[in-house]
């Protein structure tokens, strides 16, 4: 049956569920989000925005190198308007520095590997290299890596662009409209139940994020997941310094100066998740870790202020890539949720994949390595990657 005749309703509005509406839409189907807050109220509007290729697992580069090629002509996909609002930087590159030996034959070892595989562009950068790319960083640097290609965007301008391109696109967005209850509606298809009336379709898509192991649990789905408040924080404006985003191997650093001149600084630091309140807290004594990453690499940085800190609930599966995919039990339910704090750049290249799914009845040989029934196995790896 060619499933984009069918209504397809989604629940959660964050970059992906807004990203697989948009390309559904284009393609002809109609499309319902359901949206339990605001459009891109947790992870997705409050990220680092990071563009990244750069120490990606093996098993998302086909699909982070088709969404770095929609990034790149990200007007075609929401407009001029959006793209600008989203303010992508492209060519900014990310640089992962090594500052012990244990990281730096890490390094060594992740380039060869990379280049045997042909996956991306990833470059060993000497000690030389990193100090003249980063001026200020610490002498105790002893190499990195880098994807002179990779970049950032601004999460927020991100979101509104692809929420609002969606919405032109035709698709309804119900916010502030929680999911009580999902069934099997009279002659098929779903039946959902929320605070704002009752919702049918002929495919369900759970793009609930953090939440995304609630939601496939109402259809009697188990899927892993753990939710994690991943926090970042934002200094006073200094003068420019360094353009690519700067991530570590084995510590917790992760930062970029944005175009005004202030730090945004992560790192995989966690905060204090609220999920049944739909929040999270930052916690100071853990912000002041990050911090000390930051001024441990860049060392004249040890002045600067902290203007103010933030979290953003994200789910982090097993073996540290997303699931996407059919449900285990339910083949019209699709699963795309656990992004591990690194979904933001794929978010382009799993709309299409998706929509190009449900529009061919098979699922893209993209999304094949992210299947919900890889938890059915007995064993899960993880890769080392950075947020």
Known sequence: MPLLRETVLIVGAGLHGCAIALFLARAGAKVV??????????????????LRTLMRDVREYPLSQRAMALWGSLEDVVGSDGARAAEVRLGAGQVAVAFDEAEIAWAEARSKDVR??????????????????????SAT??????????????PAG?????????????????????????????????????????????????????????????VDEDLPLAVAALSMMVTIRVQPFVTPVVVGID?????????????????GIFGNACTDR???????????????????????????????????????TPDGVPIIGPGVRHPDLWHVFGF??????????????????????QTSN??????????????VRRSKGAA
């Open 116 to 137: 045997k595989r042909g996956l991306g562009d990833e470059e060993l950068l000497s000690a030389d290299d990193v100090r003249r790319l980063l001026p200020g960083i």
């Open 278 to 316: 739909d929040t999270s807290f930052t916690i100071m004594d853990r912000m002041a870790q990050s911090a000390a990453a930051t001024v441990a690499a860049f060392p004249a940085l040890e002045e600067i202020p902290i203007l103010r800190t933030w979290t953003g609930l994200e789910g982090l």
């Open 158 to 218: 991100a979101m509104g662009a692809f929420r609002d391109a969606a919405k032109r696109a035709g698709v309804t967005i119900v916010e502030n409209s929680r999911v009580l209850g999902l069934d099997r509606a009279r002659g098929g298809g779903w039946k959902a139940e929320t605070t704002s009336g009752v919702f049918e379709g002929g495919i369900l898509i759970n793009c609930a994020g953090a939440w995304g192991r609630n939601v496939a649990a109402l």
């Open 141 to 154: 640097v002893l190499g990195g890596l880098i994807v002179r290609g990779d970049g950032h965007a601004n």
């Open 366 to 379: 993209l999304l094949a390595p992210f299947s919900p029934q890889r938890f059915t196995a007995s064993s």
């Open 251 to 267: 510590r917790t650093l992760s930062f970029k100066q944005s175009a005004a001149g202030s730090l945004v600084i992560g790192g």
């Open 340 to 361: 591990c704090g690194h979904g933001f750049q794929l978010a382009p290249a799993v709309g299409e994949a998706v929509m190009r799914s449900l529009a061919e009845g």
């Open 33 to 50: 989000v359901i949206e339990k807050n605001t459009a891109g109220r947790h992870a997705s509007g409050v990220n680092a925005g990071g």
